[in-house]
Structures are given as structure tokens and as C-alpha cells.
């Protein structure tokens, strides 16, 4: 479908998540998706299976979601006069179940159907997240692991953890189910995607956050930028199955479970890790706000302020997105962010043409609640056919998977 110059993507409003709650310890840490979703608007319904009540009551989850909490006694009760278990799939856009129990996992991967659980799942044609949490032992058991890439198999399930840390046995090791820190922006991005997986097979290479040039070990010279869009932008790659580096200047959050890790801090750093990086990638989104000046002298310590200088000579640091675009092969895209004041389409053209980019997305850092350090973002999106894509305020999980739509479709 053709895109009218500065045409608006419309917003489709995804808005039912079912949750399915197995009986582990992990269970209590349910409550805090369930909230957080409630709360944004999203309308939630939760399954229970028997042993998830041993650990937190329906009441709880009802009063979390708003919303009654089901469980196998509610089985057989109908709704609007069908079954709980077809109403409960047919109405659910996403279902996640957490936690995933090594019993549940195994109905899962044999299509077992012995509560309303397992049965809603059989019921139900939406994307499903599943977030398993076990013993260590437990999860490294061979059976457990069939179970695990069978499940895997059919393109349905998503999947988010396990982690490592502390279990509730005392043990250290693999099985500790993911963070609701992990867990809600997958669901957000299954109800943008639909659970399709359309970078599955390419090497998605992003930068983010704002380097600091230091003039001695404590002060620098630096921006705002918080790196919260090149997290999404890695996010919403991982989720849609690509195989994600994400190189970050000093950040306040964690990469996600599955991203390749790569932290630095100033220019040269960043410029010596995507250059590193670069010939293996296939798509490179340039998030990153690099500094354009570095002081021209580096003290090893802290200087006393007596010494500090009244005038700063500052020198050039690499332009890392031109030299990347001298450098692309003819299989690679490369996307650069232009953040501007005033006109922002104007040098986020300039920029497009004048360093070789694919695309870039013009991002006004003048408008309130969009920008460094918002949860949300506005843009512009521009690329090398002319195309313009005006994209209304939104969150930037959102945003970023509206970018990866323009760039391989258009829209």
C-alpha cells in the first residue's frame, strides 16, 4: 500500500491480554503485570490453575485486574451461554502465562488439555508469551528441555527468560523467571505485531544513550539523552526475532535478556564498537546521541577546581554515522535519528542525503512529554524514495516497531 507524503499511522487499539498463572513461587510476581496493565488502560482477565491458588488467591488477581479471576471451578460455567474456556480464547488478543511450571510446560508441548488453562490455550489462535520458571535442575532436565523446544516449534509461543539469580531454593543458576520489566513491553509488542516474526534471520546492530568526553575522571561533556529509544528499538528487534546487538553509552536500565551487550562510553569507544560490529550487521539503527566536541586535554584525575581551566579547547570527535555510510554494503540499511529544535525536517534531510543513510526519523526534542528521557516520542519518519511518515505521540516501544514497518514495508 502506496503512503501519502506526511500521511499518520493510526493507532490500533490492542487492548485484551489474558493471563495464565501456573503454581510456582514466581506466581506473587504476576500481580505486578497484572497491575501495570489494568492500569494502562489495557482490559485484563486471568486464569488460575489449582496449584497457582496455593500461592495467590483468585481475589487478589480479580482486584488487580478489575475483573473476576477464573479457575477450574469456574470451569464448566458459561458466559453469554457458551463455555468459559472458548469464550476466554476467542476474546483474548494476547495470552501470556507465567509462571510456565514444568508440568504446565509439558501439557503445553503434548496438547494436553486437563484444566481451563490448557484448554483455553487449545481454544485460542492469539500469539502466546510464555515465561517459565523452575529449580536450575529442574530446568536443565532433558525432558524439560524437549518439552521446551517443542513447545518452541510452533510459531505461537514467544518466549521471555528464564534468567539467572537467586531462586526461592536458595539456589544460584538458570530458572529464575523474568522481571515484569521484560514481560509487559513483550506483550506490548505482541499486541502491536500481531506475534510476527519478521526479522527472524537478520542481525539487527543498535546504538543508544549519550556519550560523555571527559576532561578529567569526573566531569564531562555531555546530553541528555537517556538511550530509553535505543532500548525499545532493540527491544522490538528481539521481539520480532532478530538477533540484536545493542552497543549503549552509560545507562540507567538493563539490556534485555537475549541482547547482545556491549557498553561504552565516550565517541572513540562507540566508534571502535560499531565498527567492530558493523560488517556482520544488517540493519544498524543509529539511536545514539554522539557528542560532536571532546575537550582537547584529558587529566588521568580529578582536578582541583583551582586548576580548572576559565576557556575549553575542544577538538572534533568521529562522525560515526557518515563513516558507517561510506562503509555500507549493498545488502546493509542504515537509519540514523536527526534530534531537533524548530524545523525538523529540514536537517534530518540533510542529514539523510548527506551521509548516506536509508532513512532517517526526525525527533523533535522541543515538544513536551517526547524526546531525552521520555517514555514517549514523536517523529517524523524520511527516507531515500521521498517517502514522509508523521508519527503522533506514543510510546517508543511503539515507535520503534513503527520504524521497523516503514522500513520493510513503508508503513
Known sequence: MSINPKSKIPNPLFRRV??????????????????ALAKSG??????????????????????LSRHPAFTDKDFWQPVHGRPLHIELGEWAEVFAIAPVTANTLAKLAHGFADNLLTNTVLASTCPILL????????????????????VL???????????????????????????HKEILPHIQSLLQTGGKRDLAGKRVLISAGGTREHLDTVRFIGNPSTGKMGLAVSQ?????????????APATWETPLG????????????????????????????????????????????????LLPTSLPLEQVPDIVAELGKLKQPHQRLIGFAAQTGDIVKPALDKLWGKKLDAIVANPIDKSDSGFGSDNNQAIFIDTKGRQLEIAPCSKLEMAHRLFDFVQYGG
Not at 489474558?18 to 497491575?35: D, N, P, Q, R, T
Open 18 to 35: 489474558l493471563i495464565g498463572i501456573g503454581g510456582g513461587i514466581a506466581a506473587y510476581k504476576v500481580c505486578e503485570v497484572v497491575s
Open 42 to 63: 489495557v482490559e485484563v482477565r486471568v486464569i488460575l490453575t489449582d496449584a497457582a491458588c496455593e500461592f495467590i488467591t483468585p481475589l487478589t488477581l480479580a482486584t
Open 131 to 150: 515465561a517459565p520458571a523452575m529449580n536450575t535442575d529442574m530446568w536443565e532436565q532433558a525432558t524439560v528441555q524437549r518439552n521446551w523446544q517443542q
Open 153 to 179: 516449534t510452533d510459531r505461537r509461543y514467544h518466549s521471555v527468560g528464564p534468567g539467572a539469580g537467586i531462586l526461592a531454593c536458595d539456589r544460584i543458576g538458570y530458572g529464575r523467571m523474568a522481571e
Open 236 to 248: 522490538a528487534a528481539l521481539h520480532r526475532g532478530a538477533s540484536v546487538t545493542l552497543v549503549h
Open 259 to 306: 541482547v547482545r551487550d556491549v557498553p561504552v562510553t565516550s565517541a572513540a569507544e562507540m566508534q571502535k564498537a560499531m565498527l567492530e560490529c558493523f560488517p556482520n550487521a544488517d540493519l544498524i539503527i543509529m539511536s545514539a546521541a554522539v557528542a560532536d566536541v571532546k575537550p582537547a586535554n584529558y587529566a588521568d584525575e580529578k582536578l582541583p577546581k583551582k
